[in-house]
């Protein structure tokens, strides 16, 4: 654990990330303590942060002894696995009731495999209340205070249904969303709770209600959900403020190829699983603040979507067995990727931490060996190297349920490499960390794929949810460069059921102030250099002039003639509109205006041109046709004996390039202006 130290601190922490991510290593059941011997070493360790700020965060290190497979995430936060609920209720929920009675949403969701204490951190017992119900003790003695009231709503999902379970006869619930964008349940119904006793009676008894009325909602595994509606009147307005806060109990993730030991169908352990990468694609869509974020995937997002989106706040329970538990393994590893961009990957709650790959960079670095950024990362441990027939569906599947995924050739990987050679510094080590419990091919050092990183996709479908379904943030971010689109659960599948590790990294917000403090030339991924924006600017402009330029009227020279003879004779000549056909040229094309209005635009064009040689930098240059690495260093050492070498593009000669290739540059950054 020695290189916990080495965790890099949040270099680069997005404040507009919003969902907490906390671990929550669950007690030895009595079964458990009997069989675990007392210097048997835990699997799961937490480092806690480091008082010296090498790191800031939480560390989890998860020590699969039996394939000597090591992984480490950071997160917000882990309690240990003796920490009281009490403790973890004070210092994780009790800030987000304040907040719902000032008027916030808020989404308590436990995540783990199976097994892994979700029912007993969220709903506890009698004798030891969970989460849920140390909450509802709060917030039913606040409402007295302050006047308001509560009312709870229980509901169970099970295959993309929701059920009531506060109704006997347990209706469907229906999603509705009206056309200002709110979410309204029918069929869900709201019991009104005025002390603990009552909640308990309700929150307890709901199990036994439906075996009583024998309706077959509950599932082996179905996510449960406890919504706590917090209403007051608002006299001035006559309307109802309500709030709400969610407890979710999700159902445990299981490797859908297991065989299940509660004889759930395949069909039924896949409408989970994709359920859970539902939940974990919207988390991670806020936390990458981006513009769409895909409630509508499931049911259970579209249930929470008000208490998940805008400033609503969202804490993601991960809970962990304490014994080895390879569905732990995988669902803390899925989380990690939820809440990552890979271009951010040091900025996440979640970050994988790995010695292993750590070393293995260095050590490449070192050996002139670097890593291969190839999209397919063969799995060390564990299960076949290869994707089966069956895998290979499930990742089709996978795609087209979360999102069609981009693939990405190692080639395609190299080609990057010019584009994004600034930022390959600081790629490499984070895409170490993404890939790090894996083996990782390596290859000879070569230059272009030593320059490699992550292929940058452009966002893709920029959809919205429906009409108003949009916070105002959201709606801001759609005025901002694009935010990254995370990578989906599509690639979580398929890593996990595969073997086969798909990276891939978007542009995001901070990429891209990344980048552009890097090379100002690459703003985007698109890498339009700010001479041509320029350029584009200054066509723009002209076309617009163009348009709104006055006509141009030709006038029959008779008629001029008969005019102007009108004005000769009289001193004050009352304006008259001349009598004659005229002929109304309008100027509409560059080159149509160019050939009118004289070469003002062109030597403008011609004079930023110059100024961008006399002062771009060298990649900037490079990014000019005709200029590459050795006109680059020539124009550099032309400016260090004179600040501004280049006056005409008759000068640019003196780089050696002759008057076509001067004006095909020009062409390209002007287009037919230079016909
Ligand atoms: N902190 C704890 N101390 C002791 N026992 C615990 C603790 N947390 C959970 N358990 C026990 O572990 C077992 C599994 O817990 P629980 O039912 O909460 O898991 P789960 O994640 O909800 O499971 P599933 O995914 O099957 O719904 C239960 O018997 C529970 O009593």
């Not at 929550?24 to 699997?43: A, Q, V």
Request: charged share 25%; aromatic share 6%; with cysteine.
């Amino acid at each position: 654990m020695a290189e916990t130290n080495n965790v890099k601190p949040n270099r680069c922490f997005n404040p507009a990330r919003k969902v907490r991510i906390i671990g929550k290593i669950r007690g030895f059941t009595d079964k458990e303590s009997e069989s675990e011997s007392k210097d048997s070493k835990p699997w799961i360790t937490v480092k806690k942060p480091q008082e010296d700020g090498s790191s800031e965060k939480y560390a989890v290190f998860l020590d699969a002894q039996s394939t000597s497979r090591k992984d480490g995430y950071e997160l917000d936060y882990c309690s240990e696995q003796d920490e009281e609920i009490g403790e973890i209720y004070s210092r994780e929920i009790k800030p987000l009731v304040s907040d719902i009675f000032d008027g916030r949403n808020a989404s308590v969701i436990a995540f783990g495999a199976r097994g892994s204490g979700k029912t007993y951190t969220i709903q506890g017992s009698l004798e030891k209340p969970g989460l849920a119900v140390l909450a509802m003790s709060e917030i039913l003695s606040k409402a007295r205070e302050l006047q308001k009231s509560v009312s709870v709503s229980l509901y169970e999902l099970s295959h993309d249904q929701a059920y009531d379970l506060l109704n006997p006869r347990h209706p469907a619930v229906q999603v509705l969303e009206d056309a200002n964008g709110k979410i309204n349940l029918k069929g869900l119904s709201q019991v009104s709770v005025k002390s603990i006793s009552e909640f308990h009676n309700i929150y307890f008894s709901q199990g036994n209600l439906q075996n009583s009325q024998k309706v077959q909602t509950h599932q082996p595994r179905s996510h449960r959900g406890l919504m706590v509606h917090i209403s007051s009147e608002e006299d001035s307005l006559k309307t109802k403020l309500v709030n709400k806060i969610n407890f979710v109990d999700l159902a445990g993730y299981e490797d859908p190829k297991k065989s299940s030991r509660d004889g759930i169908t395949p069909a039924e352990s896949n409408w989970i699983n994709k359920s859970l990468y539902a939940i974990l694609n919207v988390v991670s869509a806020i936390n990458a603040s981006e513009i769409r974020v895909p409630y509508r995937e499931s049911k259970l997002t579209r249930i929470l979507q008000d208490s998940l989106a805008g400033s609503s706040h969202v804490l993601l329970v991960t809970c962990l067995n304490p014994v080895f538990c390879q569905d732990s393994l995988s669902s803390i590893s899925l989380v990690s990727r939820s809440c990552r961009s890979t271009r951010q990957v040091l900025t996440d709650s979640t970050n994988r931490i790995s010695s292993l790959a750590k070393a293995k960079v260095s050590s490449s670095l070192k050996s002139g060996k670097t890593m291969s950024t190839s999209l397919s990362v063969k799995k060390q441990v564990g299960r076949s190297q290869l994707s089966s027939a069956n895998q290979a569906s499930s990742i089709l599947k996978g795609r087209k349920l979360f999102g069609e995924e981009k693939v990405v050739t190692p080639k395609q990987l190299r080609c990057q490499s010019e584009d994004t050679s600034a930022q390959k510094s600081k790629i490499l080590p984070n895409l170490a960390l993404i890939v790090a419990p894996f083996s990782l091919e390596e290859v000879p050092l070569d230059k272009s794929n030593s320059q490699c990183s992550p292929m940058i996709e452009p966002a893709e479908d920029v959809n919205f949810e429906g009409p108003g379904s949009q916070s105002l943030f959201e709606l801001q971010n759609t005025l901002l460069p694009s935010a990254h689109s995370a990578a989906t659960m599509t690639e979580m599948e398929a890593s996990l059921q595969s073997g086969i590790y798909h990276l891939r990294s978007t542009p995001s917000a901070n990429s891209d102030a990344i980048c552009e403090a890097n090379n100002p030339v690459h703003k985007k991924n698109d890498a339009s250099p700010p001479l041509s924006e320029r350029i584009r600017e200054i066509s723009n402009n002209l076309k617009t002039l163009c348009a709104s330029s006055p006509l141009t009227i030709k006038m029959p020279e008779e008629a001029t003639a008969s005019y102007s003879s009108q004005l000769c004779y009289n001193d004050i000549v009352e304006p008259k509109t001349p009598a004659m056909e005229l002929s109304i040229a309008r100027c509409c094309s560059p080159p149509g205006n160019f050939s009118n209005r004289g070469s003002g635009v062109k030597h403008s064009l011609v004079r930023e041109y110059l100024s961008f040689l006399n002062s771009a930098n060298k990649e900037e240059l490079k990014s000019l046709k005709g200029i590459g690495e050795k006109r680059a260093t020539y124009i550099l050492e032309l400016r260090e004996g004179s600040p501004e070498p280049f006056k005409t593009l008759d000068d640019l000669q003196d780089i050696g390039l002759s008057a076509k290739q001067i004006k095909g540059m020009m062409k390209q950054v002007a287009g037919d202006l230079f016909n």
